[in-house]
T-cell receptor, first 115, second 115 residues
C-alpha cells in the first residue's frame, strides 16, 4: 500500500504570497489531519477533515484554511504569508476519527520557506 | 490543560544502554498516548501506544510505562542502538466520544546513541 503523499516537498515563497499544499492519504483512509512543525513550537495541530467536513481546528489564524475532496485528498492554503509561517507542514491520514484507536500515518511533509 | 510536557530535551546514551523519556499531561480526558519516532527529513512514525487501562506495554525493545494517578507516562528503549538515534515525541489524544484524531504533542527529545 502506498503511503501518504505530500506535494510539493519543498517550496520557497515570499512574504505576502499565498501557497497551497496537497496531501493524498493512504488508499481507503477517509480522515486527514494537518500539523505544523517548527523548531520553536514543535508539532501543532492545524485542522482535521473527514468526509469533506472540517471536524476540528487548531489555534491558527484565519489565513490558514483547508479542504477535503470527495476522494479524500486534502489541500491546505496559507494566504498572506509571513516569515513565521516557515515550517514543515505534515499531513496524517487514518481510516475514521474517534471510532477506534486508529494509528495516524504521517507523510514526509512539505518544507515551506518564506523569504 | 491541553499541554503535554516532555523531558529531557536531548539525551545521549551509550550503545546497549537504556534510554528513558518522560511525559506529563494535565487533561484527564485523554485516553490514548502514542509515541512517535522521527528521523531527519521524514514524517513522524508511530512507535508504540498505550491506553490508560493498562500500566505498561512492551513491544520488542520499546516499553511504555503509564502512571494514571500521576498523569505521567514514559518511554524506555532497552539495549539502545545507534539506529535508534532520532527525535521522539510523546502525544495524547481524546479519541473515544470525541470523534477526533487530534494529537497534542510533547516538545520532542533528540536521542543520540553513541557506538
Amino acid at each position: 500500500k502506498a503511503g501518504v503523499t505530500q506535494t510539493p516537498r519543498y517550496l520557497i515563497k515570499t512574504r505576502g504570497q499565498q501557497v497551497t499544499l496537497s496531501c493524498s492519504p493512504i488508499s481507503g483512509h477517509r480522515s486527514v489531519s494537518w500539523y505544523q512543525q517548527t523548531p520553536g513550537q514543535g508539532l501543532q495541530f492545524l485542522f482535521e477533515y473527514f468526509s469533506e467536513t472540517q471536524r476540528n481546528k487548531g489555534n491558527f489564524p484565519g489565513r490558514f484554511s483547508g479542504r477535503q475532496f470527495s476522494n479524500s485528498r486534502s489541500e491546505m492554503n496559507v494566504s498572506t504569508l509571513e516569515l513565521g509561517d516557515s515550517a514543515l507542514y505534515l499531513c496524517a491520514s487514518s481510516p475514521e476519527p474517534g471510532i477506534s484507536y486508529n494509528e495516524q500515518f504521517f507523510g514526509p511533509g512539505t518544507r515551506l520557506t518564506v523569504l | 490543560q491541553q499541554q503535554v510536557k516532555q523531558s529531557p530535551q536531548s539525551l545521549i546514551v551509550q550503545k546497549g544502554g537504556i534510554s528513558i523519556i518522560n511525559c506529563a499531561y494535565e487533561n484527564t480526558a485523554f485516553d490514548y498516548f502514542p509515541w512517535y519516532q522521527q528521523f531527519p527529513g521524514k514524517g513522524p512514525a508511530l512507535l508504540i501506544a498505550i491506553r490508560p487501562d493498562v500500566s505498561e506495554k512492551k513491544e520488542g525493545r520499546f516499553t511504555i510505562s503509564f502512571n494514571k494517578s500521576a498523569k505521567q507516562f514514559s518511554l524506555h528503549i532497552m539495549d539502545s542502538q545507534p539506529g535508534d538515534s532520532a527525535t521522539y515525541f510523546c502525544a495524547a489524544s481524546k479519541f473515544m466520544g470525541g470523534a477526533t484524531n487530534k494529537l497534542i504533542f510533547g516538545t520532542g527529545t533528540l536521542l543520540a546513541v553513541q557506538p
